[in-house]
């Protein structure tokens, strides 16, 4: 089944301790991206990936980064969580980038994060 | 299913009528316009998109238009079922510019269609 998975679903943590929350995607898909949503405000980009080895920043980058060393894999890692990055977490993954007209993006079920 | 709609704007019908969503877009540059549905507890998903050079698109039981003048997208559901019940956003995207890559959406609003 083509699907976009992240891992885990649920973290509840403690502030400055360092944590990834993984993203893969099975389609062979070349660009992936992620965001966060938070109540009021839509959903805001974090990072998003071009290709393998392509990153650039969002609109909210602070605090995150991600890497991509395989075409499937996108992970994002908090490497000093902090209270304000308790949020919902979407990876999202589509054939090419977003403004080639007929691309779909396909989304995974999101990672709710509480930080304490 | 997660709560990502406090304080979103709202729209209640009922079965069977139609229902037109509003976005306001903020980058006149944008190019690309895309609308999601996010029902409760899963991901947006993908509805209906539209280039800058149209002014309308049409998909099944979907319209989209867009007025480029006053950047305005809307999102017209014909015939709204209780399934169409969800969170829309409109996003936008800069095609042709450096940033291709980036998405950006719009707060969304609540539809709420009652049998």
């Known amino acids: 089944e083509a699907q976009v998975t992240q891992n885990p679903r649920y973290l509840i943590t403690v502030t400055g301790k360092k944590l990834t929350v993984t993203c893969s995607q099975n389609m062979n898909h070349e660009y992936m991206s992620w965001y966060r949503q938070d109540p009021g405000l839509g959903l805001r980009q974090i990072y998003y990936s071009m290709n393998v080895e392509v990153t650039d920043k969002g609109d909210v980058p602070e605090g995150y980064k991600v890497s991509r060393k395989e075409k499937r894999n996108f992970p994002l890692i908090l490497e000093s969580p902090s209270p304000n990055q308790t949020s919902l977490y979407f990876c999202?993954?589509?054939?090419?980038?977003?403004?080639?007209?007929?691309?779909?993006?396909?989304f995974g079920p999101g990672t709710r994060l509480t930080v304490t | 299913g997660e709560s990502v709609g406090l304080h979103l704007p709202t729209l209640s019908v009922q079965e069977g009528d139609n229902s037109i969503i509003n976005c306001a877009y903020s980058n006149s540059a944008s190019d690309y316009f895309i609308w999601y549905k996010q029902e409760s507890g899963k991901g947006p998903q993908f509805i209906i998109d539209?280039?800058?050079?149209?002014d309308k698109r049409q998909g099944q039981r979907v319209t989209v238009l867009l007025n480029k003048t006053v950047k305005h997208l809307s999102l017209q559901i014909a015939a709204t079922q209780p399934g169409d019940s969800a969170v829309y956003f409109c996003?936008?995207?800069?095609?042709?510019?450096?940033?291709?890559?980036?998405?950006?959406f719009g707060q969304g609003t609540i539809l709420t269609v009652h049998p």
């Open positions: 996003a936008e995207n800069n095609a042709g510019g450096t940033s291709y890559g980036k998405l950006t």
């Open positions: 999202a993954s589509s054939l090419s980038y977003p403004g080639l007209a007929g691309v779909e993006q396909y």
């Open positions: 539209i280039r800058s050079n149209m």
